[in-house]
């Protein structure tokens, strides 16, 4: 199964409104290494989205991190894969595979499976915004 270059960002940031940083997650699979201008240029789209959903954002901060290539990547209650397989049979065997590898051998601690290891709740994505970007997105 090939395997994909993939980023962690951190975003973190300050509002008027709260009394605390508020901030969210979320990790970028490519199809080539990502260089350091693109990663940029992702964060910089999060940050004037954010800015439109929260105008009183201050002191923005990002971290980046790069993960080992993998097939899959985690998404809120998703994982995505850029391997667009020929039948869901092969989409789910991939992601079985995928899930058994990566299984903390402590479920209180496996947020990043975000309900992964739950087969029954496996669901192939069939929508057109997968079908246009060309990537396998199974939901639990």
């Known amino acids: ?14 509002q008027d409104d709260l009394d605390y940083t508020n ?5 970028v699979m490519t199809h080539e290494e990502i260089t350091d201008k693109e990663i ?3 964060i910089e789209q999060k940050k004037t989205a954010y800015i439109i959903k929260y105008p009183s954002l201050s002191n923005f901060k990002c971290e980046v991190s790069k993960k080992e290539p993998d097939s899959w990547v985690c998404e809120w209650f ?9 039948t869901e049979k092969d989409a789910f ?13 402590y479920p ?28 396998t997105r199974i939901s639990h």
Not at 1 to 14: E, G, H, T
Not at 23 to 27: L, V
Request: with cysteine.
């Open 93 to 105: 065997e991939s992601f079985s595979e995928f899930v058994d590898r990566t299984r903390d051998p």
């Open 108 to 135: 209180e601690s496996s947020s990043h499976m975000m309900g992964a290891t739950d087969r029954w709740r496996w669901k192939l994505c069939h929508c057109e915004h997968c079908k246009d970007q060309k990537v």
């Open 78 to 86: 998703n994982h995505k894969s850029l391997t667009v397989f020929e």
């Open 23 to 27: 901030g969210t997650g979320f990790s």
């Open 1 to 14: 199964m090939k395997k994909y270059p993939i980023i962690s960002l951190a975003l973190s940031w300050d």
């Open 40 to 42: 940029e240029e992702i």
